[in-house]
């Protein structure tokens, strides 16, 4: 059966800086547009940033833009996240999913309804 699974997340102080990886097994991903949400405690799920296909194209959330980019290896049928100059409120639950439709905006337009595959998440914690 086909799965994402998450790892990389922690704690770590405001400014500093993690990579979360994305694995997925059980299918090829390279046909999917991959992308990263996350849910902060007593909040909505919203997106993060998304990669197409091929890693030639990638959108970002505003919150992160210049912050935070997004990687895959469809080799090793893996995304990544690289978060530097963190922030408090950069602290949630990542989660990693798998979109067989959208570009990498349209990932962040339909706001992860419909997502083919999602990742169980991992917890980022920020501290000040």
């Known amino acids: 059966q086909a799965q994402l699974v998450e790892s990389g997340g922690g704690l770590v102080q405001a400014g500093g800086s993690l990579r979360l990886s994305c694995a997925g097994s059980?299918?090829?991903?390279?046909?999917?547009?991959m992308g990263w949400f996350r849910q902060a405690p007593g909040k909505d799920r919203e997106f993060v940033l998304a990669?197409?296909?091929?890693?030639?194209?990638?959108y970002a959330a505003d919150s992160v833009k210049g912050r935070f980019t997004i990687s895959r290896d469809n080799a090793k049928n893996t995304v990544y996240l690289q978060m530097n100059s963190l922030k408090p409120e950069d602290t949630a639950v990542y989660y990693c999913?798998?979109?067989?439709?959208?570009?990498?905006?349209?990932?962040?337009?339909?706001?992860?309804?419909?997502?083919?595959?999602w990742g169980k998440g991992t917890l980022v914690t920020v501290s000040s």
């Open positions: 999913a798998a979109d067989s439709i959208s570009t990498a905006q349209g990932m962040s337009v339909r706001a992860g309804r419909g997502m083919d595959y």
């Open positions: 990669i197409s296909r091929s890693g030639s194209s990638t």
């Open positions: 059980g299918r090829t991903f390279s046909s999917y547009t």
